[in-house]
């Protein structure tokens, strides 16, 4: 069985800094992609960022340059570090990723989710 887990979110202030993690755990061949979205009550989830098993990252909006993506492919974790927080980051924050599992089959999942408030 195959499970990504968030962790690292809570309670910030404004301005501050912090850094959530998924990690992927299971039986496991082989993580592709990775994705961070965030989810505010009422709206849809917003895709943040996609890496790919390489490293590479693509930002959906570049010019947010508070959010930096990335992964640590021994540890099967992938990081998102958020700076300078403003209220409007407060959100669930969910990583998704495309895993190989132990049948090859190529499947996708989901996190349960990290809360992330931003107050003073």
């Known amino acids: 069985q195959v499970q990504l887990v968030e962790s690292g979110g809570g309670l910030v202030q404004p301005g501050g800094s912090l850094r959530l993690s998924c990690k992927a755990s299971g039986s496991i061949v082989r993580v592709n992609f990775m994705r961070w979205y965030r989810q505010v009550p009422g709206s849809q989830r917003e895709l943040i960022a996609t890496?790919?098993?390489?490293?590479?990252?693509v930002y959906l909006n570049p010019e947010k340059g508070r959010f930096a993506v990335s992964r640590d492919n021994a540890k099967k974790t992938m990081y998102l570090q958020i700076n300078n927080v403003p209220p409007g980051d407060t959100a669930v924050y969910f990583c998704f990723g495309s895993i190989q599992d132990s049948s090859l089959q190529l499947r996708e999942y989901w996190g349960q989710g990290t809360q992330v408030t931003v107050a003073s």
């Open positions: 890496i790919s098993d390489g490293g590479s990252v």
